[in-house]
Structure formats: structure tokens, C-alpha cells
């Protein structure tokens, strides 16, 4: 047995002799800590990237936060000695981006500004306001996350503050930016706020009534000459309801009418129209001109009575004493006429027939000298028509041995 086991023992020492001298067959390649630096590098790189885009992509916080400040900011007179306040400043190279929290000390005071850490170590004051107040903001020893934005962590704490703190403790405070003050309201809520829109509004200045009735005229003149009868109608219509006594409505509207074969209305809008223009010649000659038309010469002498002679005398209406003068001689009434056609030469002395109208009148009252010499210069001044002329010539002759 002590041999089989030397044996074996020296079978194993030489399969352990064999196995030494035997060359690897994989070969492991040396550590190389250099590459595991660049790593690291270049994943802290990517990442400044990555917060730095964040900051320039993150919007701005609005800048309401003065207001919250304002409000916050009590003033205590009873301490000489106000305790250093909170100060919120932000850097003028990447504004609303990044801000720093430091502790400023009040006016009158010679020290300097210091950092909150000095600030809780060195001033008693405000280690008690720690001790009292649990809520106490983060000092800048305590910095925020750089990947959530600074401004808004500020502000929350700020607010954080104003709310949980009583007067007597530190303060939050920022520079107070400009504000434009809100209108006043007035105190009244019927009274009208001024407000710059007002400037633009226009003043419409309310058309009188006599205005208003002529825009009615005007718009049915329109009317008229696009052949719009009916609607001219309405519209003069309307212009002398509301001016009753409007003279070129009333008798653009009679016209109108007449001219539409509705002789009656037009007779009634004139006679209303005397009813309150009494004076107005106009409307006497237009019923004149229908009356004669019709062959109604006893309307023509009723609506042209001698009242109106001085009037027409004062206007000078030819019209008046041609259709007044022709309505007496067909009634026989050869005395109107005979004062009609003498205004008439008077007027237009170079016109033949008021000559031959007035020589007949005078023919028809026996003043047959007159007449003859009339007659004379009617035919002088030529002019007249055949059956005119041969009626003048034989009258003229017929005349002559009358003394």
C-alpha cells in the first residue's frame, strides 16, 4: 500500500510539473484606469449641457412678485436695531435664471453684507427666529437643485416667509420695479370711469328737425330720377310730416301725385299745405296750373284772389297773372282780365300776345280806342300765329271808323 500510494504521489507531482511548464493560452490585457477618467468626463460634460439648455429653454418666471413683496414689507419703528433682512438678487448676465440668497444688513448699519451661513452662526437674533419659526427658508449654505428653476424656489420661499413669519423677523425684500398705477374707480357705479377709448369715440350731433325733413326731400329727388315713383312719394311724405310747411316737398309730393293721375290727393296735400303756409304763392300757382288743366277756371280765380296781386307783384310770378288772367277771360270776367294782361305788357313789353290778350279784353268792355291801338302794336311786333294774326287784322280794321 505505501508503494501504491508513493506512486501516486509521484504520478500527481508530475502532472503538476507538466501543468506549470505549460504556456497560457489566453492572454488577459492589462487595466487601463486613463479610460475609465474620459468616461466620467465626458458624462459630467453632457450633463452641464443638459442643465445648461434647460436654463435657456425653461420660460421666465413673471414678474408679479413685487406686489407679494410689497405687501410683505412691515414697518416696525419700536426696534432701533431692525435685524438683517433677506435679500433676493439676481444676475444681470442670465436674468430670472440663477440667484443667489444673502443677508443684508439695515440702513444705518456699518457692517457688511454677509452670507446666511455667517448670518445663523454669528447673529443670536437669528438663531431664535430658527428656533421659533420651524418653516424657516433654506439659506444659501442649502442650495437648490440646479434642475428646477431657482426663481420660482425663491419666490416659494419668500411667500414662505411673509406668510409664516410675524413683523418682527427678517423680511423678504427685492428691488421694487416700476409699476403703472391702475385707473381710479370712480366711487359711484353710475359714474362714467374716463379711459383712453373715449378720445376715440365720435360725437354724433343729433340732426334737427328741419335737417331730417330735408334728407327726406333730397333722398326723393333721388328716387324720382331713377323712376322710383312710389318711393319718392313716401319718402316727400315723410319730409313734410315732419316740416309741414317744407314749400319744395309739399309741392314736389302734388306734383307727384298728379302726375300719377291722383289729382284729388294732390289737390289735398296743397289745400293742407294753405291751411298752414297761407302765404305761400308757390302752392296757389300749382293748383292754378291742375285747375286749369281741368278747366275748373273758378278754382283758378278762388285760389288767386286779389289779395295775392301785391304778393305776386313783389315775387315777380309771370305764372300767376298768365293763368289768372287766362281763367277771367274764359269766365267773361274781362275786367281781371283786363288788370292781368297789363301787368303783363308791363313785365314783357316785346311779347306780341299779352299786347293782343290786353286788346281784347279792352274790345270786350267797349274801350275799342284802346283796343285799336293795341292791336296795332301787336301786330307790329309780330310774332303771333296765323288765326291770331287774321284776328288782330280784322278787329284793327273793323275799328277804324269807331270813335
Known amino acids: 500500500m505505501s508503494l501504491l500510494n508513493k506512486a501516486l504521489k509521484d504520478i500527481e507531482q508530475r502532472d503538476g510539473e507538466h501543468e506549470l511548464a505549460l504556456e497560457p493560452t489566453v492572454q488577459l490585457p492589462q487595466a487601463r484606469p486613463w479610460r475609465n477618467v474620459i468616461t466620467i468626463v465626458a458624462v459630467l460634460v453632457s450633463a452641464m449641457v443638459v442643465i445648461a439648455l434647460a436654463y435657456l429653454l425653461i420660460p421666465a418666471a413673471p414678474k408679479n412678485t413685487s406686489d407679494s413683496f410689497d405687501e410683505a414689507i412691515v414697518a416696525d419703528p419700536s426696534h432701533q436695531a431692525k435685524p438683517p433682512t433677506l435679500v433676493i438678487e439676481e444676475t444681470a448676465s442670465q436674468p430670472k435664471q440663477t440667484s443667489s440668497v444673502a443677508l443684508t444688513a439695515p440702513k444705518g448699519d456699518n457692517s457688511q453684507p454677509v452670507s446666511a451661513t455667517q448670518a445663523e452662526l454669528n447673529s443670536p437674533q437669528h438663531a431664535n427666529v430658527v428656533e421659533d419659526n420651524q418653516a424657516e427658508p433654506p439659506t444659501s449654505s442649502q442650495q437648490l437643485p440646479s434642475s428646477t428653476k431657482p426663481v ?9 416667509i411673509s406668510e409664516d413669519e410675524p413683523s418682527d423677523k427678517p423680511i423678504a425684500t427685492q428691488p421694487k420695479a416700476p409699476q403703472v398705477e391702475p385707473p381710479t374707480r370712480a366711487v359711484n357705479a353710475s359714474q362714467p370711469v374716463a379711459s383712453s377709448s373715449d378720445t376715440a369715440v365720435k360725437v354724433v350731433k343729433a340732426l334737427s328737425v328741419q335737417q331730417r325733413a330735408q334728407r327726406w326731400f333730397e333722398q326723393g329727388q333721388q328716387s324720382l330720377r331713377f323712376a322710383m315713383t312710389n318711393e319718392a312719394i313716401k319718402q316727400f311724405e315723410q319730409a313734410v ?15 307727384t301725385l298728379y302726375g300719377q293721375q291722383r289729382l284729388e290727393e294732390a289737390y289735398s296735400v296743397l289745400i293742407n299745405g ?5 302765404e305761400t304763392l308757390s302752392w296757389r300757382v300749382m293748383i292754378a296750373k291742375m285747375a286749369i288743366e281741368q278747366q275748373q277756371y273758378q278754382r283758378v280765380l278762388e285760389v288767386l284772389g286779389d289779395d295775392q296781386n301785391a304778393r305776386a307783384t313783389q315775387l315777380g310770378n309771370n305764372d300767376y297773372w298768365i293763368l289768372k288772367g287766362s281763367a277771367a277771360r274764359q269766365l267773361k270776367q274781362h275786367d ?12 314783357q313789353p316785346n311779347v306780341a300776345k299779352w299786347w293782343l290778350a290786353l286788346a281784347t279784353s279792352e274790345d270786350a268792355l267797349g274801350q275799342y ?15 303771333l300765329s296765323g288765326p291770331s294774326q287774321q284776328y288782330a287784322l280784322a278787329r284793327y280794321d273793323s275799328l277804324q271808323d269807331t270813335p
Request: contains cysteine; glycine residues 6%; proline residues 4%.
Open 336 to 347: 281781371i282780365a283786363k288788370v292781368c294782361f297789363t301787368e303783363l305788357v308791363r313785365r
Open 274 to 278: 294753405l291751411k298752414v303756409a297761407p
Open 369 to 383: 280806342h284802346s283796343a285799336r291801338g293795341h292791336y296795332a302794336t301787336a301786330l307790329q311786333l309780330g310774332g
Open 152 to 160: 420660482e424656489a425663491a419666490q416659494a420661499m419668500v411667500a414662505s
Open 241 to 255: 310730416i315732419l316740416v309741414p310747411e317744407h314749400e319744395q316737398a309739399r309741392s314736389s309730393l302734388a306734383a
